[in-house]
């Protein structure tokens, strides 16, 4: 099997409703991501033969991720993630927020920057996404 791996980061703040510790407040992290694409085979013809997927296609992906999620407010799309984007919406800042229909953990993010990118026809393996330098999350669908 052939494995392609490739990364971006990105600068997000995220809000954890109803979470009790250090992390309960809105908090920003420098995301790294790292996503791996796998193929047995590879392409035959055309453009891309001899390759398992064209780096310059995954990296559009890869940006589509990073433009949605970069210098944004990441928020569970509940009834108190509305509240609070409706006092945010009050104030003189312009904040840019996401609503997402979990909670955004790096578990939850891991998993929907996935499939994200599975639905774009990759052949997604891996994606590992890092809070911090030192803590990640790894989703990958079973085989």
């Given at each position: 099997m052939?494995?392609l791996?490739?990364e971006i980061?990105f600068?997000?703040?995220h ?26 085979k ?6 891309n033969?001899?390759m398992?997927?064209d780096f310059?296609y995954?990296?559009?992906?890869l ?18 993630g509305r509240d ?7 104030t003189?800042q312009?904040f840019?927020?996401v609503?997402?229909?979990?909670r955004?953990t ?6 929907d920057?996935?499939n ?8 997604i393996?891996?994606v590992e996404?890092f ?8 989703y990958r669908?079973d085989?």
């Amino acid at each position: 099997m052939f494995i392609l791996k490739s990364e971006i980061g990105f600068d997000s703040s995220h809000y954890l409703g109803g979470y009790n510790g250090k992390c309960a407040n809105i908090h920003g992290h420098r995301y790294r991501l790292v996503i791996k694409v796998k193929g047995n085979k590879l392409k035959e013809s055309g453009t891309n033969r001899a390759m398992v997927e064209d780096f310059n296609y995954i990296k559009v992906a890869l940006k589509e991720i990073h433009d949605l999620f970069d210098h944004k407010l990441i928020i569970e799309d509940d009834e108190i993630g509305r509240d609070l984007i409706k006092r945010l919406e009050g104030t003189p800042q312009n904040f840019e927020y996401v609503l997402v229909p979990y909670r955004p953990t790096a578990e939850e993010m891991s998993r929907d920057i996935f499939n994200k990118i599975k639905e774009k026809g990759i052949d997604i393996y891996e994606v590992e996404l890092f809070e911090t330098p030192t803590n990640s999350c790894i989703y990958r669908e079973d085989e």
